[in-house]
């Protein structure tokens, strides 16, 4: 059974760090690639970044670059996303994606609250 278990969201006032993590079973962790997604009430899901299956390369949406890090644990099963420097704007849910030709998963999503 395949699980993408989200963790990590809160409420933090702006300029502060939240670390979200993602664990993953049931597939082969190693062969996909992971995701970071995002969704803001009213708003439709967009990718946060993404790494490579090996974690070699990293891509980011231009309104978290510089202050967003993803990362994995191919040990671990695990993925990581290193919030700093947050902004209202980044409260959303967040969501982590697994994804290769074998298949597309989805977590349950996580809530990152961004406010005085």
């Known amino acids: 059974q395949v699980q993408l278990v989200e963790s990590g969201g809160g409420l933090v006032q702006p300029g502060g760090s939240l670390r979200l993590s993602c664990a993953a079973s049931?597939?082969?962790?190693?062969?996909?690639?992971m995701r970071w997604y995002r969704q803001a009430p009213g708003k439709e899901r967009a990718l946060v970044a993404q790494i490579t299956n090996g974690g070699g390369s990293t891509n980011y949406a231009d309104s978290v670059k510089g202050r967003f890090t993803i990362s994995r644990d191919n040990n671990k099963n695990m993925i990581y996303l290193q919030m700093n420097s947050l902004k209202p704007e980044d409260t959303a849910v967040y969501y982590c994606?697994?994804?290769?030709?074998?298949?597309?998963?989805w977590g349950q999503g996580t809530q990152v609250t961004v406010s005085s």
């Open positions: 994606n697994a994804i290769n030709y074998l298949g597309n998963y």
């Open positions: 049931g597939f082969t962790f190693s062969s996909y690639a």
